[in-house]
């Protein structure tokens, strides 16, 4: 009788000491590090504004770019990092949905139907291309606020397809970044990266070892901003993303869900940190 | 306290529907040897898991050295060796180890006891093979062995006959005199073959069907000379005079025989009563029945409801 | 009780499934290494024995270490469980069906002891276990590739979502640390095999019905449609001993788990505790 009291007692003690140790309390420590103010801002946008696969034209349609000027306009970004526009017609369009409130440039097209492009606020940025994998991301540099310091936001859309080349590309970047060590380089963009593997099974797959690499290889240098904010894109992916420089605090986070129209695929991630 | 080493009251068990022990009394006295008897299935081996706390009773009390089984067992069990049913035990082990280990349970034996335990059920040449290669007679002894290793007062034997050779037979019988002799043990053990223990035994239960047929001296039972066997000119009519008289049992159990139990010294009674009919009786001789013979009446008179 | 414990683990020593427990493991552990190398030989056509060490150093991305984890991560939730509920699934039953438990049950022995002194014997095994695994696998990681820091990446083992490392002597102690919390977690398998000892007839039908409850409950927490069920299996909260290897140990939650893993072994023992006592030994 004493035994199995004993036991009934170990059994509500273990309860009680369950109920003690809260384990949701130590996720909320994995948030934004840093709430105070003070400091100068920045806000980043990054938005694939192309189709869902299996639409007859995947890439952006020009009659959606009023809504994305909308999106734009209604947050405000500093600057603005798109994917999968066909080119820099479609970029002027949109510039001019925007009333001339953002400049920008598209990336030069290599053997691509479809071109980043970059926007940013201020006037006197200074855009250039960043050769990655064979292709071209782009990149501007400017000051946010007059008295602010430079900074630089890479758009970047890395291949959906095949890990290796997303690999490739990803690291290509990182290292045009690392060339200008002495800059704030943000990156932003799509990556389609394959991350979640709950599934053990994948170990040996090339895919989740290219993708868990050129991830770990960007988070070597950068910080993923947009950790917090859930998934970006349909399926419950979260693949597009904000790299901020390690000092960078993030203030906010946040996908808009109601965004995308027409049939993107997906939702643009804004971003905002302090310098 | 009284006498009894185990008493049991209106025990009962019951698996589902069938009822294994049905409410049955017992009382093993103090230095007697035991016989619980019954055939295959009768309830015996669950009536001694009960004694022992093996199963629990669905009704009744089982006192076992003067504790009560239900709720303070150990006291008791401490100074009981039982063997339920054919023994067990561990293969890979030596029989010597086998001893050792299960009587470390009972708080433990010196060596110098285990190898006289060993030679006292004659395994002493075999104790440091493994188990594995016993034959069924040297587990058996083995069996008894660990029964009597803690040194018990009380010994519980479930058919430790069961399955040996006519030798390891007599040999058994022997020990369990000894033990009663020598030792100044409580024997109680159970058994289907009546012939064996029928020597042996002070006092037997009888069960069937769970029941209790009998319960006393094995004398009582078998006549001890309180039975006659005549021999008649004729025995039909001769059984219906003898039927008459309600204090007389007799029975031809199909032979040219008469049997009657004219108890008191009431033979020269049946005799004259006889003869004063008109029959001629030739042979008058005092029958003793073997426990085999009453046990196959008792559970006759009892399977017809007598 | 000491006695008791001796006895019940010089039984557990000399039976076959003790030994075979540990000489599986250990061919786990070859099977393991025979994977790494032919997937590397693989990856470095054909020059594997040289190519090996190399083609994962330079990267520093695979040592020992990481060899060790690995192989700990893998066997842990499919080959441990396994001999855990052979070993305490037999322990009641296995006794029951050879006849030898109503040969101690008649002995001047509390039912609960010697349960529990059985428990003892099984945890005890899986403490072995894991150390020899654990050790084993350290060892052969030393051998074949070399210490190192562990890096740990976001992926396969699903124990971080950033990069992390641990420098190599920490690392060994979180190998140290993962042993107990292993063990704790293991104790759940092994109390509901005791506990499906005590109800079934047969070592046999309370190992395979072990087995098949966890692998249920494992496969299906696994499964993305019972996501909302996943917090009420046990094999869920059993994940907690891997947390040791994240390079910020979650204390919380770490003790939360451990926490509810005691919970259940501790119920499933009380549970077992009281139908051993009541149980009618028929064998
Ligand atoms: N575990 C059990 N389940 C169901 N019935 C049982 C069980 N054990 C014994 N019995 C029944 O109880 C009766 C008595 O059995 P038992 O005590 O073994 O007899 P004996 O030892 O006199 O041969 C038998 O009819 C048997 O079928
Ligand atoms: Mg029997």
Redesign the pocket.
């Known amino acids: 009788m004493r035994a199995k009291l004993t036991l009934a007692a170990l059994c509500a003690a273990m309860l009680v000491a369950a109920h003690h140790f809260d384990a949701a309390r130590e996720r909320t420590v994995l948030g934004a590090r840093d709430a105070t103010g003070g400091g100068a801002r920045l806000r980043l946008m990054t938005w694939n504004v192309g189709y869902a696969e299996l639409e007859d034209d995947t890439r952006a349609h020009t009659s959606d770019l009023r809504a994305v000027a909308d999106a734009i306009l209604k947050n405000d970004p500093d600057a603005i990092a798109l994917q999968e526009l066909t080119g820099s017609d479609q970029l002027k369009v949109l510039l001019g949905y925007l009333g001339g409130r953002y400049r920008g440039a598209a990336a030069r097209a290599a053997h691509t139907d479809r071109v980043e492009a970059v926007l940013v606020k201020s006037s006197g940025a200074r855009f250039e291309d960043v050769p990655a994998g064979g292709r071209y991301a782009v990149a501007a540099t400017f000051r946010p606020r007059a008295d602010a310091p430079e900074v630089v936001l890479v758009s970047a859309h890395a291949d959906a397809f095949r890990a290796a080349r997303r690999r490739e590309y990803t690291e290509s970047i990182v290292d045009w970044a690392r060339a200008h060590s002495g800059q704030t380089v943000f990156v932003a963009g799509d990556f389609n990266f394959e991350l979640d593997a709950r599934d053990e099974s994948h170990l040996y797959t090339d895919d989740l070892k290219h993708d868990s690499e050129a991830y770990s290889y960007l988070l070597r240098y950068f910080r993923d901003a947009g950790r917090e904010a859930g998934d970006t894109a349909i399926n419950d992916r979260r693949i597009d993303y904000v790299f901020a420089p390690p000092a960078a605090t993030t203030r906010r986070a946040e996908v808009l869900k109601d965004a995308p129209v027409g049939r993107m695929d997906h939702m643009p991630l804004v971003v905002e940190v302090g310098l | 306290m009284s006498d009894a080493v185990l008493e049991t009251e209106r025990l009962t068990k019951r ?1 589902g529907r ?1 009822v ?1 022990v049905d409410a049955l009394s017992l009382a093993v006295r103090r230095a007697d040897i035991y016989g619980f008897l ?1 055939q ?7 009536t001694i898991r009960m004694a022992l706390g093996l199963v629990r009773p669905t009704a009744g009390r089982v006192r076992l050295l003067g504790q009560d089984m239900a709720k303070r067992p150990h006291r008791a069990l401490a100074r009981t060796g039982a063997m339920v049913e054919a023994p067990a035990f561990y293969e890979n082990f030596t029989g010597r180890q086998n001893l050792t280990m299960l009587a470390a349970l009972s708080g433990g034996a010196p060596r110098r006891r285990v190898d006289e335990t060993l030679e006292l059920v004659g395994l002493a040449a075999r104790a440091d093979d493994a188990v594995r290669a016993y034959s069924h007679g040297m587990r058996q002894r083995l069996g008894i062995a660990q029964a009597l290793l803690p040194n018990p007062e009380f010994v519980i034997l479930d058919e430790p006959t069961d399955g040996l050779d006519p030798q390891g037979i007599r040999e058994t019988r022997e020990l369990i005199r000894r033990l009663r002799d020598e030792l100044k043990l409580t024997v109680m053990l159970s058994s289907h073959l009546l012939h064996e223990v029928e020597q042996l035994c002070d006092r037997v239960a009888i069960i069937d069907g769970g029941r209790l047929l009998y319960e006393g001296g094995v004398a009582e039972l078998t006549g001890g000379g309180e039975i006659v066997r005549l021999r008649v000119d004729r025995p039909d009519e001769a059984l219906r005079v003898l039927a008459d008289d309600p204090t007389l049992a007799a029975s031809r159990n199909g032979t040219q025989f008469i049997y009657v139990r004219a108890g008191g010294g009431r033979v020269a009674d049946v005799n004259a009563l006889l003869v004063a009919r008109g029959l001629r009786v030739s042979e008058i001789v005092p029958h003793r029945e073997t426990l085999e013979e009453a046990f196959t009446r008792l559970v006759g008179e009892a399977r017809r409801g007598v | 009780m000491f006695t008791l414990l001796r006895i019940e683990f010089t039984k557990l020593a000399r039976s076959r499934g003790f030994q075979l427990s540990f000489a599986a493991l250990a061919g786990f552990v070859a099977l393991m290494l025979w994977g790494f190398y032919t997937y590397a030989e693989r990856k470095t056509g054909g020059q594997a024995a040289e190519q090996f060490r190399y083609t994962y150093e330079s990267k520093s991305y695979f040592n020992g270490l990481t060899f060790a984890l690995y192989s700990l991560v893998f066997s842990f939730s499919l080959l441990v469980p396994v001999f855990v509920a052979a070993t305490a699934g037999s322990q009641i039953a296995g006794e029951a069906r050879a006849g030898t438990l109503r040969m101690i049950a008649v002995r001047p022995v509390a039912r609960v002891s010697l349960l529990l002194s059985k428990f003892a014997v099984v945890a005890l095994h899986v403490l072995l276990m894991m150390a020899f695994f654990v050790g084993l696998n350290l060892l052969v990681g030393l051998l074949f590739v070399g210490w190192g820091d562990l890096q740990l990446y976001p992926g396969p083992l699903n124990l971080v979502d950033e990069p992390g490392r641990i420098a190599r002597d920490d690392a060994l102690w979180r190998f140290a640390c993962a042993t107990l919390t292993g063990t704790w977690a293991m104790l759940v398998v092994a109390a509901i095999a005791t506990l499906l000892s005590v109800v079934c007839e047969s070592a046999a039908v309370a190992t395979v019905a072990t087995i098949a409850i966890y692998l249920a409950l494992y496969v299906v927490g696994r499964v993305e449609f019972f996501e909302q069920l996943r917090p009420y299996f046990f094999t869920t909260d059993m994940d907690f001993w891997r947390d040791v290897f994240k390079p910020q140990i979650p204390w919380q939650s770490l003790y939360h788990y451990a926490s509810l893993c005691g919970a259940y072994t501790f119920g499933a023992l009380l549970a077992a505790a009281a139908l051993f006592d009541r149980k009618d030994i ?1 064998s």
């Open positions: 698996y069938r294994a019954g295959n299935g009768a309830g015996k081996s669950t | 028929k």
